[in-house]
Nanobody, 124 residues
């Protein structure tokens, strides 16, 4: 089972990017999926996540109103629409899936499947 993230790149301040994450391999059941990011010298942090039970979405305060997480029609597929990008959004973005239950959407250790990461760079 693998998660494949794509869509990163270089964008100017105020621009937009859309990240995609799709699962391949054996079908699995997850409790939720999300996007994390890690900037150089910083810890990995939650950007946005879905909890399938109840259909709830979670966002970091720093991205609320600018980023939108959505799910695709295919199982275990999610997207991250990033608008009004800022230089501080520069990081490697990882998609992740949590197969355990219960889990906390904001805790990276609760996710047991991780994609390879995609670089997002926002120039000022």
């Amino acid at each position: 089972v693998q998660l494949q993230a794509s869509g990163g790149g270089l964008q100017q301040t105020g621009g937009s990017l859309r990240l995609s994450c799709a699962a391949s391999g054996r079908t699995f059941t997850s409790s939720g999926m999300g996007w994390f990011r890690q900037a150089p010298g910083k810890e990995r942090e939650l950007v946005a996540a879905f909890t399938w039970s109840g259909g709830r979405s979670h966002y970091a305060d720093s991205v609320k109103g600018r980023f939108t997480i959505s799910r695709g029609n295919a199982k275990n597929t999610i997207y991250l629409q990033m608008n009004s990008l800022k230089p501080e959004d520069t990081a490697v973005y990882y998609c992740a899936a949590a197969r355990r239950r219960p889990f906390s959407a904001s805790i990276a250790n609760d996710y047991d499947l991780w994609g390879q990461g995609t670089q997002v760079t926002v120039s000022s």
